[in-house]
């Protein structure tokens, strides 16, 4: 974080200091909320949660190096206390960002926002200082806690934008006004607590909405939802996708053997080639989303191209591909789940596939209220009609109706299987995978289904799969 005093973070943040002998000592390290994550010059924000008190910390986090705490009651260590700590992390936030001047890119979407914040970063970074967040930090307390990492030379901040409810999108927009606004796709993640596609819509959208004149509205072409947007900005609208009438868009899309996107990128600029290193044919608009961003921050279209076809992936558990000693090929996307990114991981497995069995051992995809059981029916029946070899539907009621959907969809019979739990997968398919096989692992983050890709590449590593 820039360097500040804590006498200036208690004017910023309204609090009040306690036990702080030398109010100018600057905190010059990171603001965490990890005790793990402390290291000298540390602010350390003490949050109260369900089952772990940040205040119960302070004596071991200011052994460790942290200057001081951002707390809600004082505990006899130097603290700035404040009535609402998360408030006061985004105060300090948006005083930090306008102090550092970087200029601001935020993305929000129903799927793909974590992988296309890493593709934006990357291909970002590539030009100059960047900073993003790790992992899915999208919230009030983990968008704060990513801007708080600028430095008086990043150039770029990139910020993910999540939402449970109307308005969540405009309060992050206050605590960090971005200069450029992306939405990706308006899908039927958190459907059950918005109430549908339209509410959805009206939330993702907040994000263009105080845009300013001479800033950037980056929207999805091919969404129709997305695209009806445009209307709700003052800023220049730039369409990306795959339609004739994207200003940045891809030609020629085609996957490797391996099925990793191969497509001509064309931008206003000009256009070059691409061929990623990601997989899965979904990957084509995320990069198209990044290329727009990159375009409108002065890259040409072979700059664009080279990071995109350089550009890995940054976050743990989505579409992560490790191929095993025996050919066994293991693809955990067990991060999280919504009918949009099942369909997107079942179509990148039947391409990564051809000629070798695949199995898909799928989970509950949380929070689609009354949706819940046409959407799981209709991801087993997908799993069908992809050739799909073997559907693998893990846990409770939810993954029953994965089950009989692919069942009813093509009479599968033992070619899809219902089991309990993780372990009970994992017993499954350490019995009856060969050498060759695809396996993908998915399903959202409650389920925990990383376990089975975690235990199926360790048995690889052991040389126990069975081989027939």
Not at 178 to 198: M, Q, S
Not at 409 to 422: I, N, P, Q
Not at 439 to 444: D, E, G, I, R, Y
């Amino acid at each position: 974080m820039i360097a500040l005093s804590l006498a200036e973070i208690a004017a910023v943040v309204g609090g009040q200091t306690h036990d702080i002998p030398d109010p100018s000592v600057q905190v010059t390290g990171p603001v965490v909320r990890d005790s793990r994550e402390v290291v000298p010059g540390t602010l350390f924000a003490a949050f109260v949660g369900e089952r772990v008190d940040g205040h119960d910390f302070a004596q071991a986090v200011v052994q460790a190096g942290a200057v001081a705490l951002l707390a809600s009651r004082p505990v006899g260590l130097p603290a700035i206390v404040v009535d609402d700590v998360t408030k006061a992390l985004g105060a300090l936030a948006r005083h930090v960002v306008a102090k550092a001047g970087a200029t601001l890119v935020a993305l929000t979407g129903s799927a793909g926002k974590t992988s296309t914040k890493d593709l934006i970063a990357q291909v970002l970074n590539s030009k100059a200082p960047t900073i993003w967040p790790e992992g899915n930090l999208n919230n009030e307390i983990g968008l704060p806690l990513t801007a708080l990492r600028v430095a008086h030379d990043t150039r770029y901040l990139v910020l993910e934008m999540g939402a449970r409810y109307i308005g969540d999108i405009r309060y992050l927009t206050s605590l960090t006004p971005p200069k450029i606004g992306l939405v990706l796709n308006v899908g039927t993640a958190h459907i059950g607590e918005f109430g549908g596609r339209e509410q959805i819509a009206q939330a993702k959208g907040e994000i263009i909405e105080g845009l300013p004149e001479d800033g950037s509205a980056i929207l999805n072409a091919d969404d129709p939802l997305v695209r009806a947007m445009a209307p709700r900005t003052k800023a220049k609208v730039v369409l990306f996708g795959e339609s004739a009438e994207a200003d940045v868009r891809a030609e020629n899309v085609r996957l490797t053997d391996s099925g990793q996107p191969v497509f001509r990128l064309r931008t206003p600029s000009g256009a070059s080639d691409v061929t990623m290193r990601l997989y899965g044919e979904h990957h084509v608009s995320n990069a198209l989303a990044a290329a727009a961003v990159a375009h409108e921050l002065g890259m040409s279209a072979d700059e664009i191209a080279l990071a995109l076809s350089e550009a890995g992936s940054l976050s743990r558990w989505r579409m992560e591909v490790t191929e095993r000693p025996d050919g066994v090929t293991i693809v955990n996307d067990a991060y999280n789940a919504n009918p949009e990114s099942m369909r997107a991981a079942l179509r990148a497995l039947a391409a990564m596939g051809q000629g070798r069995r695949t199995w898909a051992v799928l989970g509950k995809m949380a929070e689609l209220g009354d949706e819940a059981l046409a959407e799981h029916d209709a991801v087993g029946r997908l799993a069908v009609r992809l050739n799909v070899s073997k559907l693998v539907a893990v846990g409770g009621t939810e993954a029953s109706w994965l089950q009989l959907g692919a069942y009813n969809e093509g009479s599968w019979g033992e070619e899809s299987v219902h089991v309990s739990d993780a372990q009970a997968a994992v017993d499954l398919l350490r019995s009856e995978l060969r050498p060759g096989d695809v396996v993908l692992v998915k399903a959202s983050r409650s389920v925990g289904l990383e376990s089975v890709a975690q235990a199926l590449t360790e048995t690889g590593a052991e040389g126990e799969v069975a081989a027939r």
